[in-house]
C-alpha cells in the first residue's frame, strides 16, 4: 500500500538479520502502514556493510539508500555495528564532494521489537526521498549526451586550477 | 658543506648494511627526476635532492619487507613511512630513513601551464633560491618556485620529516595552516556544480590505475577489488560512473590512512584533481576522529577500531 500518491522510487534498504530486519517484519506482523518504495537486502549485520554498497547502488540509479542495524551495544556480533558506525558517518559526510545529496542516505538504528519506530523511519525517509526526487544519473543517457559530455571534458570547464 | 653532500656521507656512512637505499637521480631530462636505487657507492654520484625530486618513495616498501632497505624522505614522505609502520606494513628495524628539511617541490603541470609552448625535452634546469631557470628549444624561461610549487606544499604541516634515523638540513618547524584556495572554492559549490564537474571529469578517466600505482598506501597490489573478476565492483566499461566508483573504492580504502602526498594526483595522465576528494575525506577524518594519519607512532587509523561513546558523531533523532 504505497503511502505516497506519486510514482515509487527506488530506495534500497540493507537491514541487519537481528535487528532491524525483525523491527520490519514486526512492522508488517502489526499491519502498520509504510510506503513501498523500499527493497530490502537482509545482510547478517550492519558491519557486514561496506558503504561502497551505498555507493554503488547511488551510483547505480538508486534514489535513496536507507541502513539499519541494532542499537549501539545490541550487536549480535558485539561490535558489528560500533564499525559500522564509524565508517557511515564518514561516508554521510563525504557524499557532498561527490556532489551526491547526502540526504540521500541515511543510517540508523532500529530493534526487532520496534515496529513502531520502523515504521516511521521508512515512512520519513521516503518521504524525504520523494521531496528530493529522482537522482541525477551519473552516466549520459543518449548519444548526444555522450558528445556534449565529452565536448566539455575536453575543455576542462569545473576546475579553475585544474584545468 | 651542501645539503646533498651531507646526505651523500650520511648514506655512504650506512651503505654497507643495507642492500639498498632509494633516492631520487635525474631522469630522462633535466626537469624530471626519476627513482634511483644505491646498491653501491659509485651510484651515490648519480642522487640528486631539491624541489624537482618529487616522487614520494616510501611506494616501494611494502613490495621490499624482510629486505634492509635505505630510504630518502621529505616531510610528507615520512608520513607515508609512519603510516606504514602504524599498519605493520613494514618493520622499523628493516628501513633506514634519511629525513630531510624539505622546501617544497615543484609540480610539472604548473610547470607545462607556465611556459609558452608543451616543453617536451628540458635541455637544462638551474635551480635558483626562489626560481627556476629553464632551457627549452634554446629559449631560456625563468619560473618562479612559489609560483610551481606542488599545491601540497603550499599547506605544508611537515616540511621536516618527521620519523628519521638522520636528519639532514635545518629544521623549519610547522608552518601556519592555511587552506587552500583551489579547494575551498570547490566545497562551496552546489551539489549540482559538483555533480556535473566530477562526470565531465571522470568521463576523461582511461582508468590506467596510475593513481592507485603510486599511491604508498594503495597495498593490496594483485587482490585490488577494483580489477577482481571475483567480486565484481567495477565492469570494464570505461564510463564515467564506473571510473567514478573506481575513485570511490581508493577514497574509501583510504580513509584515514592517506597521507596526502599527492602522489595520485601527480601520476595521472590526463590530470583529474584527485586530490579534491582525499583532502575532503581527511577533513571529514581529522574532524570527527581527531586523525591525522602519519603524524605519531602508533597510531591506529580510525576506521581499524571503535569507541563505544562516539564523542563525536551525533546521531540524528528520528
Keep these: ?163 | 658543506m651542501s645539503q646533498l653532500d651531507d646526505l651523500k656521507a650520511a648514506i655512504k656512512d650506512r651503505l654497507g648494511e643495507l642492500d639498498c637505499v632509494i633516492g631520487w637521480e635525474q631522469g630522462y631530462d633535466a626537469l624530471h627526476a626519476t627513482p634511483l636505487f644505491i646498491r653501491s657507492e659509485a651510484d651515490l654520484d648519480r642522487l640528486i635532492i631539491g624541489p624537482l625530486a618529487v616522487h614520494n618513495l616510501s611506494t616501494y616498501l611494502p613490495g621490499l619487507k624482510g629486505k634492509k632497505v635505505g630510504i630518502v624522505v621529505k616531510g610528507c614522505d615520512s608520513r607515508s613511512v609512519i603510516e606504514l609502520l602504524n599498519e605493520k606494513l613494514i618493520n622499523r628495524d628493516d628501513v633506514v630513513i634519511f629525513g630531510l628539511c624539505c622546501d617544497g617541490v615543484v609540480s610539472q603541470r604548473k610547470i607545462r601551464a607556465a611556459l609558452s609552448a608543451d616543453p617536451g625535452f628540458v635541455e637544462s634546469v638551474t635551480v635558483g633560491a626562489d626560481d627556476l631557470k629553464i632551457t627549452v628549444a634554446g629559449q631560456n624561461a625563468t619560473l618562479k618556485l612559489a609560483d610551481v610549487k606542488a599545491d601540497k606544499c603550499l599547506t605544508c604541516q611537515h616540511p621536516d620529516a618527521v620519523l628519521s634515523d638522520v636528519l639532514i638540513g635545518a629544521k623549519h618547524g610547522a608552518p601556519a595552516l592555511a587552506s587552500l584556495a583551489c579547494q575551498d572554492e570547490f566545497e562551496a559549490k552546489s551539489d549540482a556544480e559538483k555533480f556535473a564537474f566530477w562526470q565531465e571529469t571522470m568521463s576523461r578517466c582511461i582508468r590506467c590505475y596510475a593513481c592507485r600505482n603510486a599511491c604508498p598506501m594503495c597495498v593490496c597490489r594483485d587482490y585490488c577489488i577494483a580489477t577482481s573478476r571475483d567480486p565484481l565492483w567495477v565492469s570494464q566499461e570505461n564510463s564515467p560512473t564506473e571510473n567514478m566508483m573506481f575513485q570511490m573504492i581508493h577514497v574509501s580504502h583510504l580513509a584515514g590512512r592517506c597521507t596526502e602526498c599527492g602522489e595520485c594526483e601527480r601520476a595521472c595522465p590526463v590530470d583529474i584533481p584527485l586530490m579534491l576528494l582525499r583532502r575532503y575525506m581527511n577533513k571529514q577524518v581529522k574532524d570527527v576522529f581527531e586523525h591525522q594519519a602519519g603524524t605519531a607512532l602508533d597510531q591506529t587509523p580510525p576506521l581499524f577500531t571503535f569507541k563505544v561513546e562516539e564523542e563525536r558523531i551525533h546521531e540524528r533523532g528520528w
Design chain 1, 1 to 163: 500500500m504505497p503511502a505516497q500518491d506519486s510514482r515509487e522510487l527506488r530506495i534500497v534498504g540493507f537491514l541487519c538479520n537481528w535487528c532491524s530486519y525483525g523491527g520490519a517484519d514486526t512492522a508488517g506482523v502489526g499491519r502498520f502502514i509504510q510506503p513501498t518504495d523500499l527493497r530490502v537486502i537482509r545482510v547478517p549485520c550492519s558491519g557486514r556493510i561496506d558503504p561502497l554498497f551505498v555507493v554503488r547502488a547511488l551510483m547505480n540509479g538508486a534514489d535513496g539508500v536507507l541502513v539499519s542495524g541494532c542499537h549501539p551495544r545490541d550487536c549480535h556480533y558485539s561490535e558489528g555495528n560500533y564499525y559500522a558506525r564509524r565508517r557511515l558517518e564518514l561516508l554521510k559526510r563525504f557524499l557532498p564532494i561527490t556532489g551526491i545529496d547526502e540526504r540521500r542516505f541515511e543510517y540508523t538504528w532500529v530493534s526487532a521489537s520496534e515496529g513502531q519506530r520502523w515504521q516511521h523511519v521508512v515512512t520519513e525517509f521516503t518521504r524525504r526521498i520523494h521531496e528530493l526526487g529522482p537522482a541525477p544519473l551519473f552516466n549520459p543517457v543518449s548519444e548526444a549526451d555522450w558528445n556534449a559530455l565529452a565536448l566539455k571534458a575536453s575543455q576542462g570547464l569545473g576546475c579553475s586550477c585544474h584545468g
